[in-house]
């Protein structure tokens, strides 16, 4: 039983390049969200999937795209990079039950 | 929307001592209120978390307190010891438990 897998762990990208981070959970939980956090600034919700099939947007969206793959899975895009988007990025499932966060993926952009 | 803030930003204890951090949230619709610990170069992890109806919740040396009036809520942390040592974030969420509005966390140290 894994929990909340994220991959990569690493990534550094140039400014305009796309990548997209990936995450699974084997808890079998309806929602699984996407964070980011920045310092001084907690985590900040960028998009969410209450169930599979529906995404929505979370409170800083912009610059991301999500797709809710299955009920395990859950995929977070970036189509251009900008350095604003240097981050540490959590996945996490829950729903009705408190939040699982994965252990992070560390994304800087140069 | 929810906004959640957090005091203070730091907190350094000596072993042994209590630690309080507060938060205060803006929406009167938030009814769901967890406290987080992140260890450095860790995942957040619950540590406690508490619902609207209940106005205290303890486990064994860490205890939440809600006052929904006031729309503020806090970590009690009793007899500190050098493993607390990590960033504490209080967040508040409506129905879903994964839909949280996140303080600004607290780093606390604890010194031996």
């Known amino acids: 039983n894994a929990g909340v897998t994220q991959t990569p762990k690493f990534q550094v990208l140039k400014t305009g390049q796309s990548m997209t981070l990936q995450c699974a959970q084997d808890m079998n939980h309806n929602s699984m969200y996407w964070y980011r956090q920045d310092p001084g600034m907690g985590l900040r919700l960028i998009y969410y999937?209450?169930?599979?099939?529906?995404?929505d947007k979370g409170e800083v969206p912009n610059g991301y795209n999500v797709s809710r793959l299955n009920k395990r899975e859950f995929s977070l895009r970036l189509e251009s990079a900008a350095p604003s988007q240097t981050s540490v990025y959590f996945c996490a499932s829950g729903g009705n039950s408190p939040l699982h966060f994965g252990n992070g993926t560390r994304l800087t952009v140069t | 929307g929810e906004n959640v803030e957090q005091h203070p930003s730091t907190l350094s204890v000596q072993e042994g001592d209590s630690a309080v951090i507060k938060c205060t949230y803006s929406d009167s619709a938030s009814n769901y209120f967890p406290w987080y610990k992140q260890e450095l170069g860790k995942r957040p992890q619950l540590i406690i978390d508490i619902r609207s109806n209940v106005g205290e919740k303890k486990d064994q040396r860490i205890a939440v307190t809600l006052n929904k009036t006031a729309k503020h809520f806090s970590l009690h942390i009793t007899e500190t010891q050098p493993e607390d040592s990590a960033v504490y974030f209080c967040a508040a969420g409506g129905t879903s438990y994964g839909k949280l509005t996140f303080g600004q966390g607290t780093i606390l140290t604890v010194h031996p």
């Open positions: 999937s209450a169930s599979e099939g529906t995404t």
